[in-house]
């Protein structure tokens, strides 16, 4: 959950932690909701992209930087061999 401006971001991971794994964000005006969902939604994810090296990206944070420059930090692997990442 972040506070910016006046929304409140609530942001989750969806889809699992393999392949469907993505990002997903809602915002509303109320800590307590109700939120409304991102039409961009997911804002993070490879899950239809089987052939990159980087697989499983999910699980994101915000970061502002010094310049009020937001960014997102997010978990993703790479595959050594079938059997583990």
Excluded: Q, S
Excluded at 2 to 29: C, F, N, P, S, W
Excluded at 56 to 83: I, P, S
């Amino acid at each position: 959950m972040y506070r910016i401006g006046d929304y409140y971001y609530l942001m989750t991971a969806e889809g699992g932690t393999k392949a469907g794994h993505m990002v997903t964000i809602r915002r509303g005006t109320n800590i307590w909701g109700p939120f409304v969902e991102c039409p961009f939604n997911p804002i993070l994810t490879n899950r239809d992209r089987g052939n990159e090296r980087l697989k499983n990206v999910g699980h994101g944070d915000l970061v502002e930087d010094a310049f009020g420059n937001w960014w997102l930090v997010a978990l993703g692997v790479r595959d050594v061999n079938d059997r583990r990442c």
